[in-house]
């Protein structure tokens, strides 16, 4: 039986070999390992022409929504936020119609980190800005183990279980839910760590990693579920 192929968004910066700096199509190891690893076929994705979307929709079998940078504000209704890094409007623009198209396809994905952000903003959603002055504290912005409770009737809770201890250093976070999208974990002041398309075949974001630390649970979820 063929692996299924499995899309992996990507960075496009600037990056330097040898003597070289020239703009190319970043995306950490981790992703692709994690694919390999469940059975899958990684395929990096460039977040260049909005046209192939569909096509990548069609021959894909599965997506990751990969972390990253934050989102521009402005995608979601929201304030410019100094403290945000420059934003990387060609990736915002790719992601969020990327994740619009394989919503309406049921392709399965899995959004990590800012993926999660991504697909939350696609299906309507807003996020918090910068979340360290929401919350008045700056441990979800820090890289520090932390624990989360997760929804034990969730597909996230059956596959990894009702708690996690996740490593997930980010300055954004989920506010308002998108269509279709149930909040499905929690860290212990209440932001949302995970989330879930309801009526997908699968459609699951995590504000963590999955994978990065040797649990690849979600990923060969996310694999078998890209095989039928």
């Known amino acids: 039986m063929p692996r299924p192929l499995i899309g992996i968004t990507a960075y496009l910066e600037a990056a330097r070999w040898g003597d070289w700096v020239r703009e190319a199509i970043l995306s950490p190891p981790s992703y692709a390992r994690a694919v390999e690893k469940a059975g899958g076929a990684p395929v990096v994705l460039p977040p260049l022409n909005l046209g192939g979307i569909d096509d990548y929709v069609r021959g894909l079998s599965g997506l990751i929504l990969a972390g990253g940078g934050e989102l521009d504000p402005s995608l979601y209704g929201a304030a ?100 279709g999208l149930l909040a499905v974990a929690w860290a212990d002041d209440q932001i949302v760590e995970g989330i879930e398309l309801q009526g997908h075949r699968f459609g699951v974001g995590v504000q963590w990693n999955p994978g990065r630390a040797g649990d690849n649970r979600l990923i060969e979820a996310l694999v078998e579920a890209s095989r039928r």
């Not at 420059?86 to 309406?104: C, M, T």
């Open 80 to 179: 410019r936020e100094e403290r945000v890094r420059d934003p990387q409007p060609h990736r915002d623009r790719f992601e969020l119609a990327l994740a619009r198209a394989a919503v309406e396809a049921d392709l399965p994905l899995l959004a990590s980190g800012r993926g999660m952000h991504v697909l939350n903003v696609a299906q309507g959603g807003t996020l918090i800005p910068w979340l360290p002055e929401a919350v008045d504290h700056d441990r979800h912005a820090a890289a520090q183990a932390h624990r989360i409770q997760i929804s034990v009737s969730s597909r996230l809770g059956k596959t990894v279980g009702d708690t996690a201890e996740v490593t997930a250093p980010h300055h954004q976070a989920v506010k308002r839910l998108g269509t």
